[in-house]
């Protein structure tokens, strides 16, 4: 059904493939040569005015309070539209926001109604490229029908900040896990043969005061974390185009930094598309322009049209060179031509959307995506309980999900009057699937559902249940941090008033929280936003007609205080403060680096979940004649089918590195009861290697390096040591003569 764009050779392995030998690409991107050529020549029989028109987008939503009216030719309710040039068949740009699903801007009064799938946490969760890959087809056969051929996803800024409000759109805090999952959704995207973006370039790793923040961190540790997730996400996915970010970067804002875009990007990375815009995170015209920029998106948002008449000025006198104009346009087309998009036009075709097929896709997603925090037995629900309590979180009529420029409309979407914010993210939308109806056509139980609003009412009723099961939330969104991990509301009190051996929390949050009831509970599973059939989902993993096998992506801290940050840098009512925010506290020991670099023992490590089987490791080997190899076998010992995600670990004897430990590598296989598998992963070069800045290169260290097989960051089940020669890689991990 998906046709991938020519010349892709990454492209055409099969996910099922990846899923068992994942090596990189030799090059950062291969680009098309027939596409550098065709893109070339239209460019030379383009007017000045053409090529101004096409590195100039608009916003695709009306906007009465500044004036602004969606430009002719842009679908209603979208985040742009750049105008084509109908002589030479350059088709408009039309984009939308696709982080998980079509989205549809809050201010139409008629919502685009789509899949949405779960959050791009809960698919890292899902340590499944099969998955991810799926979930970018399905984003991109909607957006194709819906008439899209620009789609703003890709989203892999790293979790450095827990409090970060958009952290569910992102990947998670491993520059590898984070890099793979969503570089799979960007090149299931692009099967479609449109573009996708890969955003935010670079470190918008919070939303306070990102506008004006500066982030300071040194190059080595840059190229080991943020920078290498964006890289190995462009390596995997192949973006058409890259979006950089709102935020300053060692003193200069992301779409003017000639370090970002011309040097790491363009020149270092071999970049052959083109970079866009976020929406108000332009600056200037002459300095973005020679700085790398090649596209001006979301015009009103900034302050000044500066790549339309006044970009069209600083060609003609000088201040931008006739050839730098020239390669923006080419390396736009380059985009429409080497996707497809060029080529198969975009309509309104939403008729012919297989909602159904993409509810399948969905739905397997958000329950791959749940992770089993803690089981005492109560998991999955026995079928001899005679009644089961259910408590908050609309689990009666619906599912949450995150607020912001990604917001899907589901069918129909729900809104709780006086719940969440009237302005921007808001509104706190709740997809129509309610885990209460998908519980009672699983069991015999009586459910009886109650919002948890009166405590002791609720508590009351709890003493006379088999099981109760708490619904708690987290709402969070697009230009807000929350202001600490802990539950909002009254939630924790709720909680703790109702726990017990045979208490269940469902949790439905945007990134980890802190559970001080912990140790008071029965089980706990973590849902993320599941999306469209998130309360199927979320039925069929509590009754055990699915295993949970999802793993966590982000470490869980028993408190702020053991975050490099225990508070967040800025200041939420300050918009116009100018702070400067450390990474170099932390440098690449983000997460679950930080964690061992510090001893400290978090709530959840990075990787774990349960399941309600048993998995058994053994015959561990690793080899090192060309690079560094791994097999091991793995067995389903217990009594039901399930996945499972081996973890490959790797960490020098004499240490030297930003922490004890790296992710090297991983897999996610399914294996019914007493079936045993081989797996053979590689690790990349550069995660065994340091950044030389001098050189440009990544050096391997000649010496022992312990190799761990691991069901999580803190739970080592097998280990081998191999020594590995002094050894130079190039910035794309090829050995170095």
Same mark, same amino acid.
């Given at each position: 059904m998906f046709r991938l764009p020519k010349g892709r050779l990454f492209a055409a392995a099969s996910a099922i493939a990846l899923s068992f030998v994942m090596a990189l690409p030799a090059a950062a991107q291969v680009a098309s040569p027939e596409a550098e050529q065709r893109a070339k020549a239209l460019v030379g029989q383009m007017t000045l005015d053409e090529k101004i028109r096409l590195v100039f987008g608009q916003y695709s939503t009306d906007m009465p309070s500044k004036h602004f009216v969606t430009p002719k030719g842009g679908r209603p309710s979208s985040a742009g539209y750049v105008d084509g040039v109908e002589r030479l068949n350059i088709p408009p740009q039309w984009?939308?926001?696709?982080?998980?699903?079509?989205?549809?801007?809050?201010?139409?009064?008629?919502?685009?109604?789509?899949?949405?799938?779960?959050?791009?946490?809960?698919?890292?969760?899902?340590?499944?490229?099969?998955?991810?890959?799926?979930?970018?087809?399905?984003?991109?056969?909607?957006?194709?029908?819906?008439g899209f051929n620009v789609l703003l996803a890709g989203g892999v800024n790293l979790l450095r900040e827990p409090r970060n409000g958009r952290n569910f759109e992102y990947g998670g805090e491993d520059p590898?896990?984070?890099?793979?999952?969503?570089?799979?959704?960007?090149?299931?995207?692009?099967s479609n043969r449109i573009v996708s973006t890969l955003k935010h370039h670079a470190f918008n790793d919070q939303e306070t005061n990102r506008n004006t923040l500066d982030v300071r961190i040194g190059e080595a540790a840059a190229r080991a974390s943020d920078l290498l997730a964006l890289q190995v996400a462009l390596e995997v996915g192949d973006p058409h185009s890259v979006m950089c970010a709102y935020n300053r970067v060692r003193g200069a804002y992301a779409c003017e930094?000639?370090?970002?875009?011309?040097?790491?990007?363009?020149?270092?990375?071999?970049?052959?598309?083109?970079?866009?815009?976020?929406?108000?995170?332009?600056?200037?015209?002459?300095?973005?322009?020679?700085?790398?920029?090649?596209?001006?998106?979301?015009?009103?948002?900034?302050?000044?049209?500066?790549?339309?008449?006044?970009?069209?000025?600083?060609?003609?006198?000088?201040?931008?060179?006739?050839?730098?104009?020239d390669d923006m346009v080419t390396r736009i087309l380059w985009g429409l031509i080497a996707s497809g998009a060029m080529d198969e036009a975009v309509s309104d075709?939403?008729?012919?959307?297989?909602?159904?097929?993409? !509810? $399948? @896709? *969905?739905?397997? %997603?958000?329950?791959?995506?749940? #992770?089993?925090? +803690?089981?005492?037995?109560?998991?999955?629900?026995?079928?001899?309980?005679?009644?089961?309590?259910?408590?908050?979180?609309?689990?009666?009529?619906?599912?949450?999900?995150?607020?912001?420029?990604?917001?899907?409309?589901?069918?129909?979407?729900?809104?709780?009057?006086?719940?969440?914010?009237?302005?921007?993210?808001?509104?706190?939308?709740?997809?129509?699937?309610?885990?209460?109806?998908?519980?009672?056509?699983?069991?015999? !139980? $009586? @459910? *009886?559902?109650? %919002?948890?609003?009166?405590?002791? #009412?609720?508590? +009351?009723?709890?003493?006379?249940?088999?099981?109760?099961i708490v619904f708690a939330t987290q709402w969070t969104g697009e230009s807000k941090d929350v202001e600490s991990l802990s539950l909002p509301g009254q939630q924790d009190a709720l909680i703790a008033a109702l726990s017990g051996k045979k208490a269940v929390v469902v949790l439905q949050t945007g990134g980890p929280v802190l559970m001080p009831w912990l140790s008071k509970v029965g089980a706990v599973i973590e849902a993320w936003y599941p999306g469209t059939r998130g309360g199927e989902a979320i039925a069929r993993v509590l009754t055990g007609e699915v295993n949970p096998s999802g793993r966590l992506p982000v470490t869980f801290p028993l408190s702020e205080a053991q975050l490099p940050r225990p508070v967040v840098d800025g200041d939420t009512k300050n918009k116009e403060l100018r702070p400067t925010v450390d990474y170099d506290i932390e440098g690449a020991a983000v997460g679950y680096r930080w964690f061992d670099l510090k001893g400290h023992k978090p709530l959840f490590p990075f990787g774990f979940g349960l399941s309600y089987t048993r998995f058994a490791y053994d015959s561990l080997n690793a080899e090192t004649s060309d690079g560094l190899k791994v097999s091991f076998r793995v067995t389903n010992?217990?009594?039901?089918?399930?996945?499972?995600?081996?973890?490959?670990?790797?960490?020098?004897?004499?240490?030297?590195?930003?922490?004890?430990?790296?992710?090297?590598?991983?897999?996610?296989?399914?294996?019914?009861?007493?079936?045993?598998?081989?797996?053979?992963?590689?690790?990349?070069?550069?995660?065994?290697?340091?950044?030389?800045?001098?050189?440009?290169?990544?050096?391997?260290?000649?010496?022992a390096y312990r190799v761990i097989l691991a069901r999580s960051a803190t739970d080592p089940v097998r280990e081998v040591t191999v020594t590995l020669p002094q050894q130079a890689y190039d910035l794309h991990g090829r050995k170095v003569p």
């Open positions: 984009l939308t926001d696709a982080g998980v699903g079509v989205a549809t801007h809050r201010t139409a009064k008629v919502k685009r109604e789509r899949t949405a799938l779960p959050s791009g946490i809960a698919t890292a969760a899902t340590w499944n490229r099969k998955r991810a890959y799926e979930g970018g087809a399905m984003i991109g056969r909607e957006a194709r029908l819906s590898w896990l984070a890099g793979v999952m969503v570089g799979e959704q960007i090149r299931g995207i692009q930094s000639a370090w970002l875009l011309n040097e790491v990007l363009k020149k270092d990375w071999g970049f052959k598309g083109y970079v866009m815009s976020d929406w108000g995170a332009v600056h200037s015209t002459t300095q973005a322009a020679n700085a790398g920029l090649d596209q001006q998106s979301g015009w009103p948002f900034d302050k000044a049209p500066y790549f339309d008449a006044p970009l069209k000025e600083a060609v003609q006198n000088g201040h931008v060179s006739p050839a730098r104009l075709r939403s008729a012919e959307i297989d909602y159904a097929a993409h !509810a $399948k @896709i *969905t739905q397997t %997603d958000a329950e791959e995506a749940i #992770v089993l925090l +803690k089981n005492n037995g109560v998991l999955p629900l026995a079928k001899t309980a005679k009644s089961i309590l259910v408590v908050g979180g609309h689990a009666d009529v619906a599912v949450l999900s995150g607020g912001g420029s990604s917001q899907v409309y589901g069918s129909p979407a729900m809104i709780v009057p006086n719940e969440g914010p009237e302005e921007f993210p808001g509104p706190m939308v709740w997809h129509p699937s309610s885990p209460v109806k998908a519980l009672q056509v699983r069991t015999s !139980a $009586k @459910i *009886t559902y109650l %919002d948890g609003k009166d405590i002791a #009412v609720a508590k +009351k009723l709890a003493a006379n249940s088999d099981v109760v010992s217990g009594q039901r089918a399930g996945q499972d995600v081996p973890q490959i670990y790797v960490a020098p004897v004499a240490g030297g590195w930003e922490a004890p430990k790296r992710l090297g590598n991983f897999d996610k296989l399914t294996l019914t009861p007493r079936e045993t598998k081989t797996v053979n992963l590689s690790v990349d070069p550069r995660l065994l290697a340091t950044y030389d800045e001098a050189k440009k290169q990544w050096i391997v260290r000649g010496g």
